[in-house]
Nanobody, 117 residues
Framework: EVQLVESGGGLVQTGGSLRLSCTAS????????IGWFRQVSGKEREGVAQ???????DYADSVKGRFTISRDNAKNTVYLQMNSLKPEDTAVYYC???????????WGQGTQVTVSS
């Protein structure tokens, strides 16, 4: 059974930090691009950051310089270190696994991040 389990969300003040984790099982983790997306109620889900199977990374302009994505293939886990958080970062954050050749696509259940002003 494929699972992506996010953790680490919570309530933090403006300027604070959180680290999200996404732990995967049920597929060959090393072969997948892992991304973090976020969604505010009533708005479209948007990409935040991704880490390729090669460990290359990419970020949305809105989080560059503040967020860092990394992966630990030995633990089947991807991390999103979020620093200098802003109220506009408030959203449900979702982990996604995507295989660029087969286009297989998996989602986690999401974790809430709330940044108070």
């Amino acid at each position: 059974e494929v699972q992506l389990v996010e953790s680490g969300g919570g309530l933090v003040q403006t300027g604070g930090s959180l680290r999200l984790s996404c732990t995967a099982s049920g597929f060959t983790f090393d072969d997948y691009t892992i991304g973090w997306f976020r969604q505010v109620s009533g708005k479209e889900r948007e990409g935040v950051a991704q880490v390729l199977s090669s460990s290359g990374t990419d970020y949305a302009d809105s989080v560059k310089g503040r967020f860092t994505i990394s992966r630990d293939n030995a633990k089947n886990t991807v991390y999103l270190q979020m620093n200098s958080l802003k109220p506009e970062d408030t959203a449900v954050y979702y982990c996604n696994a995507y295989h660029i050749h087969t286009q297989q696509n998996y989602w986690g259940q999401g974790t809430q991040v709330t940044v108070s002003s």
